[in-house]
């Protein structure tokens, strides 16, 4: 997949980002890109900022400094539903379903925004994710883990957005499951949607990954392709297990 080199920058920037919760700043100086059609991966140790990052990029943080923007536009002031508007998808890592309603209801609530006909978008969703299509009459609250990560992600897709964001979408997911989920994510990067996740798996992560980025007490310590990433000795032996 190669970048859209028909912009002047990547689709999604969000520049020096500084900023966190009350007075201590969790993000210093933060830069994360992610180009059209491209998958960008966050990985770095338990309190780096990572997650905060993704909040920052969707509005859900206020920065101190630097801005945000999207497609050229800076978005730095824009609350997250004005971004999803924009075009802009969030999966959170927990609390991502209603557990209550059926599949096919928490993906008509992914389209809350929209208009006009959702069935065509609905039915891309079951293409995507087929065991789905086979369980939309069930609750989502009785489906396994990994079928929920896909209702949560159906979700997100319901608005059509150009940019997904995922936070640790295969948290305790077997590795079967983590796998297909990364194919899925795979899949929705082929048809040109901008994908940036938080991910704890960092080496099967920066292995789909077109950017990668590796984050240290809220900055950047190392940026690069994923390959470039699983083939540095320092970020296989301090970050990757060697």
Do not use: W
């Not at 991966?41 to 945000?68: D, E, H, Q, W, Y």
Request: glycine share 12%.
């Amino acid at each position: 997949m190669s970048p859209d080199t028909t912009q002047a920058e990547p689709y999604l920037v969000g520049e020096a980002m500084t900023g966190g919760y009350g007075a201590a700043d969790i993000l210093k100086t933060c830069t994360i890109t992610a180009a059209k059609g491209e998958i960008a991966v966050i990985v770095g140790p338990n309190g780096a900022g990572k997650s905060t990052a993704m909040k920052a990029l969707f509005g859900m943080l206020p920065l101190r400094s630097g801005s945000v923007r999207l497609g050229g536009e800076d978005i730095t002031a824009l609350q997250p539903q004005q971004r999803v508007a924009k075009g802009m998808g969030f999966v959170p890592q927990t609390h991502n379903v209603f557990t209550s309603m059926t599949v096919e209801e928490n993906l008509e609530m992914g389209a809350f925004l929209r208009r006009d006909d959702i069935r065509k978008t609905i039915e891309q969703v079951y293409d995507l994710f087929p065991i789905l299509r086979e369980k939309r009459r069930q609750p989502a609250g009785e489906l396994s883990g990994g079928q929920r990560q896909q209702v949560a992600v159906g979700r997100a897709l319901m608005t059509e957005p150009q940019v997904l964001m995922l936070d640790e979408p295969t948290a305790g997911v077997s590795p079967i499951v983590m796998d297909e989920l990364f194919d899925r994510i795979i899949d929705v990067a082929r048809i040109g949607i901008t994908i940036l996740m938080v991910e704890q798996n960092a080496r099967q992560a920066l292995e789909i990954a077109d950017r990668g980025y590796v984050l240290v007490q809220g900055g950047n310590r190392f940026t690069g392709s994923g390959r470039e990433l699983l083939d540095n000795p320092e970020v296989r032996r301090t970050f990757l297990g060697g």
